[in-house]
């Protein structure tokens, strides 16, 4: 993080804009609406600019800068044509410990003026650290048609009940459920088409009522996808910015993580291979612990948790401890990873069917059905398969699939790290130990995989090599 965002108080404050042409009443009129007393220096005045003063606090010198202008001033503006002279303005700026913004120079800035979303009381703020400010300006015009304009009215409803919620629900977690509950639904959409009094009346009636479900926690079972976080679904992303608590594997990214609420629990229960940090059990009866303490809990799982993640387990004892719960599925490792290499799962002219199955058992055996995998006309996509690849591979062809039988492994699929490298039932378990991967990787077996030279499309960060990328 290149810049800290905060936001400054500058009511009454003394500020200093040295210029006084367009881009400098642009400044000064982002000043003046904080309410800070704007004084501008400058010899060619715009007229918007004169125009201004009779609506703000602001006060015009037609003249040349004197170091002396900076005198007491909290905050100083140079945006002048003269690149010499705002040079010279930031230094003697920075030498009265003054913050000071020079337009379009961030190098001589201690602090610069982001792209503002303004829902007063309610402000969002949106910069790329002066190096793509148009960037800045889409995105605050994609959040700007995001949030309504009745969006302050909502904060001030809410600072107006504040007291009463506060003095009724005393516990911070059960304000934090019940405001959450109330900006997000009914109420607010009354705020946002001008119905105040209902909106009120409604928002007196739920926190009458708000005792009743308080200290009843929730369980979401979420699946967070095969890496990338813009395949994290718009519900997922929502579950996770409410949770009080995140119970996570190995397989979710940091990238993810940090898409959940700041302030939530983060509780790692990851799995490897004869190495568990918690077993399976105890994560079930984790999860009832946590909604039993009226935390809302979410579940984080790579891929989707009703696909070899063990979510059937989970609810089943949350069903028989009566903890309620919900599901958000999310994108399996089997459909994302396959998409990013370029593998298609189905493809008319290779594969009329798809089998998802797992590379080992709960004993660590692998006992599967041999016969139907090697079937003709099908793809198979293999969970956890790494360990066991030189044994898959020969009981494939044992059971009838050709040695040259196409065969890719994915590893960190989806994600920059993406490693793809096909081979055949024959070839590819040397190659792979030849390339180091290491899991978490999938296999797919089939003819579809030889599509991947062809439709591969997703560049990622690793360098290739013949027959990787």
């Avoid at 813009?230 to 949770?243: S, V």
């Avoid at 490897?272 to 909604?291: C, V, W, Y």
């Amino acid at each position: 993080m290149n810049y800290l965002p905060v936001f400054l108080d500058l009511k009454q404050q003394a500020c200093l804009v040295v210029g006084a042409g367009e881009v400098a009443a642009r400044k000064a009129e982002l000043l003046c609406r904080a309410g800070a007393s704007v004084t501008v220096v400058g010899c060619r005045v715009a007229e918007n600019m004169r125009s201004m003063a009779a609506n703000h606090a602001l006060s015009i010198h037609e003249r040349a800068f004197e170091t002396a202008d900076l005198d007491g001033m909290r905050l100083v503006v140079a945006a002048t044509d003269n690149p010499a002279l705002n040079a010279e303005i930031a230094l003697a700026a920075k030498q009265r410990h003054l913050l000071v913004n020079v337009v379009d120079t961030p190098a001589l800035c201690n602090f610069i003026f982001p792209a503002i979303i303004d829902r007063s009381p309610v402000i969002a703020a949106v910069s790329s650290g002066g190096n793509a400010p148009v960037l800045a300006r889409l995105l605050r015009a994609r959040i700007e048609s995001m949030i309504p304009a009745a969006f302050g009215k909502l904060a001030l409803l809410a600072e107006k009940f504040r007291p009463q919620v506060k003095q009724r629900l005393q516990d911070a977690g059960q304000r934090r459920m019940f405001w959450e509950k109330v900006l997000q639904g009914n109420i607010a959409e009354l705020v946002f088409v001008g119905r105040q009094q209902e909106a009120e009346a409604q928002l007196h009636a739920a926190l009458q009522q708000s005792t009743d479900s308080a200290g009843k926690g929730e369980v979401y079972l979420v699946g967070a996808g095969p890496g990338d976080p813009d395949l994290l679904t718009f519900r997922a992303l929502r579950l996770m910015q409410q949770a009080d608590v995140i119970v996570y594997d190995r397989l979710v990214s940091a990238e993810i993580l940090d898409l959940a609420r700041r302030d939530a629990q983060k509780i790692y229960v990851g799995k490897q291979r004869n190495l568990h940090s918690l077993p399976q059990e105890s994560i079930n009866t984790l999860l009832a612990d946590l909604a039993k303490q009226g935390k809302r809990v979410v579940r984080l799982k790579g891929g989707d948790p009703f696909i070899f993640g063990r979510g059937g387990e989970e609810i089943e004892t949350l069903m028989q401890q009566g903890i309620q719960f919900q599901v958000a599925p999310g994108i399996t490792a089997a459909s994302g990873c396959a998409s990013y290499a370029g593998i298609p799962l189905t493809h008319r002219d290779h594969a009329q069917s798809c089998i998802f199955v797992t590379g080992h058992l709960k004993d660590g055996s692998i006992d599967l059905n041999w016969p139907q995998l090697a079937a003709p006309n099908q793809t198979v996509v293999i969970y956890m398969g790494l360990v066991g690849l030189a044994q898959i591979c020969r009981q494939l062809i044992k059971h009838g699939c050709p040695p040259n039988h196409p065969v890719a492994i994915i590893q960190q699929g989806t994600t920059r790290h993406q490693r793809v490298l096909t081979g055949t039932l024959t070839d590819l378990p040397h190659r792979v130990e030849q390339a180091g991967l290491k899991a978490p990787t999938l296999i797919i077996v089939g003819s579809v995989v030889t599509l991947h030279d062809k439709l591969a499309w997703f560049q990622s960060a690793e360098q290739s090599t013949p027959g990787l990328s």
